[in-house]
């Protein structure tokens, strides 16, 4: 479905130039240094007509950056608001896809789509310019995706998935931390925010 | 005015352009840059020793039998340091230098491996074999008649 959306965003969108307002929610300045990095002549967005604006009102894209401290979670919903429709928003760095080191920390909600929808996820601390550039040239449908979900095994012999059946797990099976939103204590993340 | 302008273009023609043609060039990342977390199930014993220094918690064990552990991989916030490469002692782990990791959905980034564990006989838990072919000798347990006259 997102898919589907970025197509028809792009077909909207692509042809005309792409204005994009930057926010950062609690990054440590690694990746907005990079976001200026992609501005500048050497990596030049905008050849493919990105251009920084002032206001939120202006621009059609949000590029958030940092992992969304408990402050800055009603700001972050009123930007998101003001941004007319239709409207990408981009997650640059660990922080604003995952929650980075900080992800299960008391003041830190734990990135960005836990408050607002995000459409492309851009992971690296800081990302690379490069992968920043290849973000926005899968956002305007340069480029395809390029990974995916990986499930792995080691070959089970038989006999154990025999023995497997008729005993019980030794001990409780512990939750996992991501992406049903639950830590490893069983707590919320981002509860009561 | 229009001299000027001309004087402008003639020095941007001395200049050259500068600017990337990323993304319709490939451009492979420098030497020693890190990047993406790759891992071969094959080499992996599940040891645990990458999750235990992982400064992000992406890396989480569960062990939900006797014989398997479930090692699960959250590489979104992965901040790509690189240390689970460094203590890996079964050269299972790489970071290729692949950056190219934006996706529309950060589930993409996410790798589990269901690894085959030898059993503790005492309290039940997984243990690490120290070879893989002793990994294909762990199904069933020791008796002691197996012992062949042996006291311990
Ligand atoms: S992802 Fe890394 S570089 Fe970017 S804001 Fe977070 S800590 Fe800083
Ligand atoms: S340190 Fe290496 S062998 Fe041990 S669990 Fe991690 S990847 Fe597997
Ligand atoms: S590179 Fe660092 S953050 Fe990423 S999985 Fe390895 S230890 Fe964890």
Redesign the interface.
Known sequence: M??GF?RKFHSKAFGRSLWVFHTNVGACNGCDIEVLDVLT????VE?FGIKLVGSPRHADVLLVTGPVTRPMVEPLKRLYEAVPSPKLVVAIG?CA?????W??TYNVIGGV?KVIPV???????P??P??I???V??ALG??P?????????????M??ED??KE?T???P??L????DGKN?NGKQDGEGA | MIASKIRQILIGKRAGS???K??FEP?P?EPG?RG?VT?D??KCVGCGGCADVC???CI?I???????RII?R????????GRCEEVCAYDALHLDG???????????????????MGTCNR???CYIPPTPLDR?MV??FRKDEDLDGETI
């Open positions: 997102k898919e970025i002549p050497f990596f030049d050849r660990a896809v995952g929650g980075c080191v992800f299960d789509d459409d492309i996820y851009i992971p690296g601390c990302p690379k490069e992968a550039i290849y973000g040239a899968l340069l480029v995706k390029k990974v995916g979900p990986a499930i792995e095994s080691h070959e089970i012999p006999e154990v023995i497997l005993l797990p030794s001990r099976v512990a996992p931390v991501n992406p490893d | 500068v600017t990337l990323y993304p451009r990342s840059y993406r891992v199930t094959d400064p992000a918690r989480l569960t062990d939900v039998s006797p014989f398997i699960r959250y590489l979104d916030r992965c901040i790509h340091c692949e950056y190219e990791l934006a996706t529309t959905d950060r589930k993409d980034l996410f790798i589990e491996q269901k690894l085959f309290c039940g838990r294909l199904v069933g």
